[in-house]
């Protein structure tokens, strides 16, 4: 059987930090890493972005899905931070039924309240489990795309816009020549966002690459 990608939107008022990004419309909060959406410790440490950490951390201060926080690292462009999180036990999480369904959680990002998350799974019926999953739990799911890895695909399938235009804009600028003719900093100026934002839609989308145009099933 044929194992997907899908882009998936989920929402509800218990799912994890829903509160906090109310209270700071103009956050943006993803995992600092693809296997932070889970963890073992209990403590997920988040990368942030917003034009107010106060607000936001008022936010988190009343929001019910989050025990304790705190500020690890705030970067030198003061446009975003690492926060190490403790949920609390009222607090919905989506990646666990991703897990349950062999799956894996390969981005994941706020719009808004909303969650967009990039998940890989075996085939399309446990992505028929995720989706019961979250209609069992009343959250609204919206799937957007899905992607058959086993079909022959362009090398851009898979990749997200936002994926694509920092790759292309890295490449343009020569951020990939040997020796390099742009930094990070470059790329990150030239696309509007913070340079770990950058550095993140690069990793992420070099990693999509390679597994859509290279790795064979059985290393997938």
């Given amino acids: 059987m044929k194992d997907v990608s899908a882009d998936i939107r989920v929402q509800h008022p218990d799912l994890v930090l829903t509160e906090a990004l109310e209270h700071d419309e103009s956050a943006t909060v993803r995992p600092a890493s693809e296997s932070a959406a889970e963890s073992e410790s209990g403590t997920y440490v988040y ?14 201060g009343v929001d019910p899905t989050i025990a304790d926080f705190e500020r690890v690292i705030h970067t030198p462009d003061e446009e ?14 989506f990646s666990p039924a991703v897990s349950a369904a062999n799956g894996v959680v390969l981005e994941m ?30 959250i609204a799911f919206e799937l957007q795309r899905i ?13 997200t816009d936002s994926q694509q235009e920092a790759l292309l804009v890295a490449y343009e600028a020569g951020y990939f020549a040997e020796p390099r ?11 509007g966002i913070s340079q770990p934002a950058a550095g993140g839609r690069l990793r992420r989308g070099i990693r999509r690459l390679v597994h859509t145009t290279l790795a064979d099933d059985d290393r997938t």
Avoid: K
Wanted: aromatic share 10%; proline share 2%.
């Fill in 80 to 93: 975003s931070a690492i926060y190490s999180l403790q949920y609390a036990d009222e607090a919905i999480l």
């Fill in 181 to 191: 003719d742009a930094s990070l900093d470059d790329v990150a100026a030239e696309l």
């Fill in 47 to 60: 990368t942030v972005t917003s034009s107010d950490f106060e607000r936001f951390e008022a936010g988190l």
């Fill in 109 to 138: 990002e706020n719009d808004g309240t909303s969650w967009l998350m990039t998940v890989w799974l075996p085939n399309r019926q446990e992505l028929a489990d995720v989706w019961d999953y979250a209609e069992r739990h009343d």
């Fill in 147 to 159: 992607t058959d890895y086993t079909e022959v695909v362009a090398p851009a399938d898979g990749l």
